[in-house]
């Protein structure tokens, strides 16, 4: 990559995904530049990035992607390059359960804003990161795996509102040209991700001494990737991806959350009995499975492979256990838009 030619806007870089996408471009290209734009919303967290807070090339901007002249600023003034988005509401339960609107207008409309200014500030490069959830779902024993091909058909808010910010950048590709990229990225795990989420929440649950709620039978199967494997993935996508393109990101790790669940159970010395079953979620997609031939053709390869889930795993889980510091801080920063359960468990993992 030439990072000497490269002023990168990272919309939505203090979440879980593109924090840990900023460390990675730092400690693979030092010398690039950075413009963080976030929001700051609950899952949004500048301390994610305390070690770059006095790096020259970085440079962290609170704003909203649906603030159209904010966003044309920054790019005008850092004079921009290249934009990769990961600003989303992001939480399914959270779509299914607490309404939909400010879903459709980050993932939507957001991504709209975004296509505009980059059209306005003669852009080299956008990648939009989206999810594999707006295919919506796979039986659980077919061989068939989600393809760039395969037509888009979300069965819950948050992925149709997804899909709808996929459909604009395929929009504005063949309207206007606008080099845009999509990419569909399987489930990811790794450090800094807000706690409420999977891996995370059954950690501190278990750390706490409580059992697991596991949706329905726990059938539901899911591919897992590395968040640092896919930040590679994406670095590979800014500099070799072609506009116009739909890339699938997956490491071929399908695992149903029962298996998953046994991990960490075992990773952190419990058995089986801490497991407790509870009603399934509305509209719970059975299977989601990647097939990642197209970016694998440019050279890209996971490092946490299949065979290798299971040290990706416990030095996730390792991480949360050695830095519940970290939550503390953050459920304190954002109390006032967590429910009183989530403050009170997570102020005291």
């Not at 989600?146 to 309207?175: Q, V, W």
């Not at 706490?208 to 993935?233: F, L, Q, S």
């Not at 029962?258 to 159970?265: D, G, V």
């Not at 419990?270 to 499975?289: A, C, N, Q, S, T």
Request: charged letters at 25%.
């Amino acid at each position: 990559m030439n990072e000497d030619k490269m002023n990168l806007l990272v919309c939505g870089g203090a979440g879980f995904i593109g924090s840990n996408f900023i460390h990675h471009m730092f400690e693979t290209y030092p010398d690039v530049s950075i413009v963080n734009y976030d929001k700051l919303t609950y899952a949004g967290n500048e301390k994610n990035l305390a070690k770059f807070s006095d790096h020259k090339p970085y440079t962290f901007v609170k704003g909203d992607i649906c603030d159209l002249a904010k966003l044309n600023a920054v790019m005008e003034q850092n004079k921009i390059t290249h934009v990769i988005n990961f600003a989303a509401e992001t939480h399914v339960d959270r779509s299914i359960h607490g309404g939909a609107k400010e879903f459709v207008l980050t993932n939507t409309l957001g991504v709209q804003m975004i296509l505009d200014a980059v059209n306005a500030n003669a852009i080299k490069k956008f990648v939009n990161v989206s999810t594999d959830e707006v295919y919506g779902a796979l039986d659980l024993y077919e061989d068939r795996l989600f393809t760039e091909e395969t037509p888009i058909m979300p069965n819950m808010p948050y992925a149709a509102a997804k899909a709808g910010g996929d459909l604009m950048c395929n929009a504005y590709f063949r309207t206007h040209g606008t080099p845009v990229i999509v990419t569909h990225c399987s489930n990811n795990y790794g450090p800094y991700q807000f706690p409420e989420k999977l891996i995370p929440f059954f950690v501190f649950k278990l750390m706490a001494g409580e059992k697991v709620p596991v949706y329905g039978d726990g059938r539901n199967v899911r591919d897992w990737i590395h968040v640092r494997d896919h930040a590679k993935a994406l670095v590979l996508l800014l500099e070799k991806g072609e506009p116009g393109h739909v890339y699938n990101i997956g490491s071929n790790n399908e695992r149903d959350n029962m298996t998953l669940t046994k991990m960490i159970l075992e990773i952190l010395g419990h058995g089986e009995h801490m497991i407790e079953f509870v009603k399934d979620r509305p509209g719970h997609d059975l299977r989601y499975g990647i097939d990642a031939t197209k970016i694998s053709s440019l050279g890209w390869k996971p490092h946490y492979t299949a065979d290798r889930f299971g040290d990706g795993l416990r030095e996730t889980v390792e991480w949360y256990q050695n830095n519940t510091h970290w939550v503390r801080d953050l459920i304190e920063q954002k109390k006032d838009e967590m429910n009183a359960w989530q403050v009170s468990f997570f102020s005291n993992v």
